[in-house]
């Protein structure tokens, strides 16, 4: 077991456990195993007795493997090792307390990225960022705003935004292999010829509504050409967005040739079609009705893997 310089104070550092208890405390189990040296010895939860075991947390997050105790308290064989029972007792609740403690941090959720930038720096299959909307998504238009940039090839196929619920696609916005960007509504997707997604920091925007199906990308402030997609489409709400990866399935199997690497800064998403100043002001940088299903500023999100929020210099 290794010392702490506070009694009551507890940490977890990698995957080593430090727990602290009162002075009184560790005197009794000292006393406890000197008196019963030629019994059962106290049963300690080292660190070869505990196992992690990888669980996919909720909102699409995985959280850090859960600690499991496999240690089993002592039966004590004579009214003397009633102490020593106690202490164990003891001794194992305050593990069990910091294990609990340790889960909740693992699995925080964390609100706001004003002035910040996500760097998604590697092509893995476990990093990726869970956004918890304001409100469900339960769409009949939206507007989706975000600056990308990323080294990754052209031909490389690239997720940009994720939205999936139990059984489909709901709203998908991709860099195609082809260097097309793409959207997908539970279905086949509605593909644009865009300027490339580069190494500096792009401004896109897309915009659909169900009405008439009208669809369009926006770069820069400047609007493609219109498409009708799916009109009289709704969106599902009751889904997982994620950026960074493309669930195949809710909650999982994500493959790392289909990651996205490089930053995402300013995301925002609105449940009505922005007007054309609006989103050139957003582009500007200019002051805009904040995002109500998504608000940079204000967002909560969940980070998993190697994810890095740094400073947007």
């Not at 059962?40 to 939860?45: F, L, R």
């Not at 002035?115 to 998504?137: C, G």
């Not at 990754?152 to 940009?160: A, D, N, V």
Request: glycine share 8%; aromatic share 10%.
């Amino acid at each position: 077991m290794m010392s702490c310089d506070k009694a009551h104070r507890h940490t977890l550092i990698g995957e080593k456990m430090c727990v602290c208890m009162s002075a009184s405390d560790t005197q009794q189990i000292k006393a406890a195993s000197l008196r019963s040296s030629h019994t059962e010895p106290i049963v300690s939860a080292s660190d070869e007795q505990l196992t992690s075991r990888p669980v996919l947390g909720g909102k699409g997050t995985r959280a850090r493997g859960a600690l499991v105790s496999q240690t089993e308290l002592a039966t004590p064989r004579n009214k003397n090792n009633n102490k020593m029972h106690v202490n164990s007792a003891r001794f194992s609740l305050v593990v069990l307390g910091v294990i609990g403690w340790s889960m909740t941090l693992s699995s925080a959720t964390q609100v706001g990225l004003s002035d910040k930038v996500l760097v998604f720096p590697y092509e893995t299959d476990f990093s990726f960022v869970a956004l918890i909307p304001q409100k469900e998504m339960g769409l009949r238009a939206f507007t989706l705003c975000m600056r990308v940039a990323t080294e990754l090839p052209e031909e490389r196929q690239i997720i940009l935004f994720a939205y999936r619920t139990a059984d489909y696609d709901e709203l998908n916005v991709w860099r195609e292999k082809d260097g097309r960007v793409s959207f997908y509504l539970s279905g086949d997707g509605c593909f644009f010829h865009l300027p490339p997604i580069t190494t500096f920091r792009t401004s896109l925007c897309l915009t659909w509504e169900s009405r008439t199906g009208l669809a369009a990308f926006w770069v820069e402030g400047k609007r493609s050409t219109y498409q009708v997609y799916k009109p009289g489409h709704t969106i599902r709400p009751k889904g997982t967005v994620l950026l960074g990866q493309d669930p195949d399935k809710h909650l999982g199997g994500l493959e790392a040739v289909q990651s996205f690497v490089g930053e995402v800064t300013d995301l925002n998403m609105w449940d009505f079609v922005l007007s054309r100043s609006m989103i050139q002001a957003w582009h500007y940088g200019h002051k805009v009705p904040k995002g109500n299903i998504f608000d940079w500023g204000t967002m909560e999100y969940e980070l998993s893997g190697n994810v890095m929020v740094v400073d947007d210099d």
